[in-house]
C-alpha cells in the first residue's frame, strides 16, 4: 500500500472536502514517466483536488514537463511512454478522474473521525499500486 496526500487539500476539514466534491469539484492523477539509462517508469501523480471553476492547466504541464525533460531518454520505451503519458493527460482536459475511487478510501479512513479536524497537511488516502489506475 502507497499513502498519498491528496493535493490542494491543505487547510480543510473532511466536511469542506465533501462539500467541494459536492459542489462540482473532482480528484485527478496525472500520469508522466522518468528514464534512467536503459529504464523507463510509468509513473501516477498523488491524487489532486481540482475545485470548481479551477484549471487543471497548471498540473497538467507539470506532470507534462517532467515527461518531456525526463521520460524520452530511455531506448526503445522513452518516447513510446512519454507520448502515452501526454496523451492520458489530455483526456477529459486533463487527466484521469478517480473521484469516486478516492471518496471510497476516503469514508473507509475518515468514517470514526471528527469531520470538523482541519488538516494542515492535507488529507491523506492509502491504496494499491494499480488501484487507481483505469
Known amino acids: 500500500m502507497k499513502t ?5 487539500t491543505n ?18 492523477i496525472y500520469g508522466y514517466c522518468i528514464s534512467v539509462i536503459a529504464f523507463t517508469y510509468r509513473l501516477i501523480s498523488p491524487p489532486h483536488l481540482i475545485r470548481v471553476g479551477e484549471s487543471q492547466a497548471k498540473f ?4 507534462n514537463t ?11 520505451w522513452g518516447p513510446i511512454y512519454t ?9 477529459n482536459r486533463g487527466g484521469v478522474d478517480v473521484t469516486d475511487e478516492v471518496l471510497l478510501k476516503v469514508a473507509e479512513k475518515y468514517a470514526e473521525g471528527n469531520y ?8 491523506v488516502v492509502e491504496y494499491g499500486d494499480g488501484e487507481l489506475t483505469r
Not at 4 to 8: F, L
Not at 84 to 91: T, Y
Open 66 to 76: 517532467l515527461s518531456l525533460l525526463f521520460g524520452w531518454w530511455g531506448f526503445p
Open 11 to 28: 487547510g480543510i476539514t473532511i466536511n469542506e472536502f465533501y462539500q467541494c466534491i459536492d459542489n462540482g469539484g473532482k480528484i485527478v
Open 83 to 91: 507520448i502515452d503519458m501526454i496523451k492520458i493527460n489530455r483526456k
Open 60 to 63: 497538467k504541464k507539470h506532470y
Open 116 to 123: 470538523d479536524e482541519v488538516f494542515a497537511e492535507g488529507i
Open 4 to 8: 498519498y496526500t491528496i493535493k490542494n
